[in-house]
């Protein structure tokens, strides 16, 4: 891909994902010439209930997977989204970490010389959580009535009161979800150096919206409404059990526009590994979504306490996005209430399908 040529052959792998499928919506319809290819295996349940969307936007889906280098399409791309993962932070834990390794990372480098071989450009969804753990978990943090915050002091780089900033120290464990998003940021960069591919990493805090499939381990926010709207049990489980714990959200739709400005001048975003977040003004402790989750359902919960922690916790995190908004207008345009609004509608509309996932 050259200039700022747009692509006219984009593949998206885990396209009927959550963020895959958002995403091929919103440049098929930007682009409507353009061909758009969704691979997916399917694995995560619920997205078989995406497939059909995306027919009906035009989009092609290719049943594959990318742990199998053949699945992917033999014919010619310009640019390959790779969405495909094992998204959850407790992976691993308890049970075997194969799928997950053999999908973010070597499904990611499958993906990787398929794009080296047809000189394609790689837009890349890594995560937050490649920042590391005990780091994050030591920081100095105020406490408030409904929720913690990261103080403006703190003896680490790269945090403070707007958040947790790329420059932050990448020493120690990140959980093994984190470590295969780490290590696949530091191929994509060998591959760039070698092969001169043209990549950008966007570093993803908690992605919400319409669509997704939501568990307490990955999409905690939509999990909160389901949990809420389907009046099922929950629980305050870590940090005193008092849902203080603070994440910071985006919507999908507003991450989408930002790869839609990516993807049409993919060479001039080249080499860039950047937060993508809702930041400190886009976010939400469990006890503050809860009570937005009541207001918009109308169901109010007994929600249990757990104080133990669970693996790889953290009590806050939200990112700084100055270097993102150093070299774009592109802004979150939906606060946390329209999040969560807009997740209510899809609910309503699709209960009786969705009653079977959840
Ligand atoms: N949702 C978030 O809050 C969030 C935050 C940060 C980063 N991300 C990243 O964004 C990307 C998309 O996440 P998501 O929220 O859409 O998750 P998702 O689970 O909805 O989508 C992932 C898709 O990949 C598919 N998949 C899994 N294994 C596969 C394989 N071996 N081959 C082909 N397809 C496979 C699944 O079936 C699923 O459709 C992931 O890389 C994730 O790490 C997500």
Redesign the pocket.
């Known amino acids: 891909m050259t200039g700022a040529s747009l692509p006219s052959r984009i593949l998206i792998?885990?396209g009927?994902?959550?963020?895959?499928s958002a995403i091929a919506v919103r440049l098929k319809q930007a682009w409507p010439q353009a061909h758009i290819t969704a691979?997916?295996?399917?694995?995560?349940r619920g997205?078989e209930l995406i497939v059909q969307r995306l027919r009906e936007h035009g989009i092609e889906f290719l049943h594959?997977?990318?742990?199998v280098r053949e699945d992917l399409p033999a014919s010619e791309y310009d640019l390959l989204i790779?969405?495909?993962?094992?998204?959850s932070v407790l992976a691993g834990y308890g049970s075997s970490p194969s799928y997950l390794i053999?999908?973010n990372l070597h499904?990611l480098l499958h993906c990787l010389e398929w794009c080296r071989e047809r000189k394609a450009g790689l837009l890349f969804?890594?995560?937050?959580?490649i920042y590391p753990v005990k780091a994050l978990a030591e920081l100095a943090l105020e406490e408030s009535a409904e929720r913690l915050d990261i103080a403006a002091q703190q003896a680490i780089s790269g945090a403070g009161a707007v958040g947790i900033s790329e420059d932050f120290p990448l020493r120690g464990h990140r959980s093994l979800y984190g470590a295969t998003?780490l290590a696949a940021e530091l191929m994509i960069e060998e591959y760039r150096a070698a092969y001169g591919m043209k990549a950008v990493v966007n570093r993803?805090?908690?992605?919400?919206g319409p669509w997704?499939?939501g568990k307490i381990d990955?999409?905690v926010f939509t999990f909160w409404l389901l949990r809420h709207y389907f009046k099922q049990p929950l629980a305050y489980i870590g940090f005193g059990g008092q849902g203080k714990q603070v994440r910071d959200l985006l919507h999908v739709d507003d991450l989408a526009d930002l790869v839609l400005e990516q993807s049409g001048n993919l060479t001039s975003w080249d080499g860039e590994v950047l937060n993508v977040s809702g930041g400190r003004e886009i976010s939400l402790s469990l006890a503050q979504a809860s009570a937005l989750c009541r207001q918009i359902t109308g169901n109010q919960l007994d929600i249990a306490s757990v104080p133990e922690n669970r693996v790889m916790d953290i009590p806050v995190y939200y990112g700084d996005c100055a270097r993102l908004f150093a070299r774009t207008t592109w802004r979150p345009q939906r606060d946390a209430e329209t999040i969560l609004k807009d997740t209510f509608v899809w609910l309503k509309k699709y209960e009786m399908t969705l009653k079977t996932v959840f």
Do not use: Y
């Open positions: 792998t885990g009927s994902g959550f963020v895959g691979l997916d295996n399917l694995k995560r997205t594959g997977d990318v742990r790779e969405c495909s993962a094992e998204p053999d999908t499904g969804l890594s995560t937050s959580r998003k993803c805090g908690v992605l919400a997704q499939m990955q999409g």
